[in-house]
Every structure is written in C-alpha cells, then in structure tokens.
C-alpha cells in the first residue's frame, strides 16, 4: 500500500470509538515519559467508564495536586502533572484521577443526575464536619486504595 492509497482510507470503527472515549494530550511529558493509550483504554474498561475521558498535562510545584478530576456535564476532564513524577507514580496518579471518573457515573447511574453534580452532591458531602479532612473523604481513600493496588501490575504511563 502506497501514501496515497492510505490517506484515502477511512477511520475504521475501532479506531473512531477509541478516539471517543480518550483523548490524550499530543506529546510525551515534560520529563520525556508517555500516557499508554491502550493501557488507559483496558482501565477505563476496567473500571466500567462509560463517558469520555480527556486528558491533559499539567505543570505544577511541589506540595500542590498531582492530578485533577473535574466533571463536566457529560465527560470527564482529568489532568496530571508531566513535570515531577516519574512514570509509575504517574500512573498511580492517573488510576487515582480514573477511580473518581468511575465514582462520579456511579452517582449519575445512582441519581439519575449528571455526573456534573457529583462533586457538590456526593464528593463534598464525604468530607468531614470540619473541613479538614480531604484525606479520610471515603471517595478519597476509595481512589487511593484501588490506584495503589492496580498500579502494582497494571502501568498506564511508560518511559519512551
Ligand atoms: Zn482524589
């Protein structure tokens, strides 16, 4: 097969569906590591996410958040930091950020509601009385426990 031949040739189903359900950023990490596309695709299957996901990089200091989860009305935007972990803390990160996807269709499929309410009407709600708990948030130990255990055997970054 010839250039010319395959720029003619259509987007096959599989690979239009893939670009439906994750949309990652265009280049590898500031320190040179790369999101695993076909590994991300098998954890959203994993963890039973129907919505797309989008991913971006972000550049962040130290002590501040390694990854973001933000629901939108209906997809996920998800956001990790390309500038101070290495590849397997990243990918634990990203479990992490992928977990809070999961939890926020399970309130949607729950409620009825869009998972754009679930940060207000669920997550939030997790936190303790006194506002300092981020860290014992359920959905928060949740997130961290299935990260760390997948991530032992199963990496979504990767040294180029
Ligand atoms: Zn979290």
Redesign the pocket.
């Known amino acids: 097969m010839n250039d010319h031949q395959s720029f003619y040739e259509p987007l096959d189903d599989n690979e239009l569906r893939d670009h439906l359900r994750l949309s990652l950023p265009p280049t590898n990490s500031r320190l040179g590591w790369q999101l695993d596309e076909q590994q991300i695709l098998g954890a959203i299957d994993i963890l039973g996410i129907e919505l797309p996901v989008r991913i971006r990089f972000m550049t962040t200091k130290h002590g501040d958040s390694l990854g973001t989860h933000y629901s939108r009305k209906d997809w996920h935007r998800v956001t990790i930091a390309q500038n101070i972990i290495k590849p397997g803390r990243a990918s634990e990160v990203l479990w992490?950020e992928l977990v809070?996807c999961m939890q926020a269709e399970r309130f949607a499929k729950r409620t009825g509601k869009s998972i754009n309410q679930f940060h207000k009407e669920e997550y939030k709600m997790l936190d303790g009385d006194w506002g300092s708990s981020y860290q014992d948030n359920l959905l928060?130990i949740e997130?961290n426990k299935i990260a760390y255990q997948k991530n032992i055997n199963y990496r979504l970054c990767k040294e180029v």
Do not use: C, G, I, L
Request: glycine fraction near 0%; proline fraction near 0%.
């Open positions: 992490h809070h928060e997130a």
